[in-house]
């Protein structure tokens, strides 16, 4: 197809201004304009957050989120339309996040900050805090969000054990385990972090029986997506003390609904999906969409595609 028009659809605010990219992007062989939902039309290709119906018309539409779950895949296909993500630029920015929450729960930084909300001190008791060399991570999903978990923590002296479908080794994780095996490998880790997609295999993945195979010191954390977990039985887990704590950044309903009792729960903590924000954000994506063009003009495949 000819790319004369490419569009930076308006949903794209939510991570960063449009015109960032837009700008970025002013050395590309096309026009690129910051789109609003009339002007989809218009355009050949469209870099976007969110779905929208008259994306179906546009030859290929650009996912700002490694995980396209919201897109109609199938009708994609049926119509033509090509459909890139952005996996592979999000391995550092998640890596330091889930590097902080597990230093907030070790150093107990989350109950100091919400102390100080109250003007309150008051030291931890002697056995609350402890460092993190020693301790195990379990990470499920070995693809970019979970090797730059990996880099990270292991960095920081954790002990990294992974499961992927295949079970074989991979550089970063000192053990690796099949899909199937989830219980026994989330059963020796003080922490297990969550960085699957959201696929019909992994819808609820993680279920009661991975709480209950978790000992009960665990922290649980999910930076993949909302549905592979399920989350009243997260929510009971917790609140019957069959783990330790939990941080979040994705969750079933998104935002987290006002009543979720994971707003108020002393050893939970919760972002509200920003695990992968960084000031960098627009320019990663931008270097992907130039890849992209420039295979599109020598007639190879594209890099990141989905359909
Ligand atoms: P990726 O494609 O690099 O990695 C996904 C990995 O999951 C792959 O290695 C794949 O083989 C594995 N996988 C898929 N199904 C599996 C199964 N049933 N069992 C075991 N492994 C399985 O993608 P990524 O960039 O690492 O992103 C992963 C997901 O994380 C995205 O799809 C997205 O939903 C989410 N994500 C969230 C944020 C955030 O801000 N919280 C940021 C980026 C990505």
Redesign the pocket.
């Known amino acids: 197809f000819d790319l004369e028009r490419i569009g930076v659809h308006e949903s794209v605010e939510q991570v960063f201004p449009p015109a960032e990219l837009r700008d970025e992007l002013a050395d590309c062989p096309a026009t690129v304009d910051v789109v609003g939902d009339d002007e989809i039309a218009a355009c050949d290709a469209v870099i976007t957050l969110e779905h929208r119906e008259a994306f179906l018309e546009v030859d290929w539409v650009h996912s700002i989120?490694?995980?396209?779950?919201r897109f109609p895949l199938e009708a994609f296909d049926e119509h033509d339309v090509v459909l890139t993500?952005?996996?592979?630029?999000?391995?550092r920015?998640?890596g330091e996040?889930v590097a902080g929450y597990l230093l907030a729960f070790a150093r107990r930084l989350h109950t100091h900050v919400a102390a100080q909300q109250e003007c309150r001190g008051g030291r931890p008791a002697w056995d609350e805090a402890f460092t993190l060399p020693g301790t195990t991570a379990c990470v499920?999903?070995?693809?970019?969000?979970?090797?730059?978990v990996a880099e990270v923590l292991g960095a920081l002296g954790v002990r990294i054990t992974g499961?992927?479908?295949s079970a074989d080794s991979l550089p970063g994780f000192e053990e690796m385990y099949?899909?199937e095996d989830?219980l026994d490998a989330v059963a020796d880790a003080e922490f297990v972090i969550v960085?699957?997609?959201?696929?019909d295999?992994?819808n609820h993945?993680i279920a009661a029986d991975v709480f209950d195979a978790m000992d009960e010191d665990a922290y649980f954390v999910?930076?993949?997506?909302g549905q592979?977990v399920d989350e009243p039985a997260l929510v009971d887990a917790l609140e019957s003390g069959a783990i330790a704590g939990a941080a979040l950044?994705?969750f079933e309903d998104e935002p987290l609904p006002k009543e979720s009792p994971l707003w108020t729960m002393d050893e939970v903590i919760v972002t509200p999906?920003?695990?992968?924000?960084t000031e960098d954000y627009f320019h990663d994506i931008g270097e992907l969409v130039r890849e992209n063009v420039g295979r599109l003009e020598s007639g190879d495949a594209f890099h990141n595609r989905v359909v």
């Open positions: 989120q490694a995980g396209v779950d993500n952005s996996t592979g630029i999000h391995d920015s998640v996040t499920v999903g070995t693809g970019t969000l979970g090797g730059g499961v992927r479908r099949a899909t989830v960085t699957l997609p959201l696929t295999e992994t993945l999910n930076v993949g997506r592979v950044d994705v999906h920003c695990a992968a924000f």
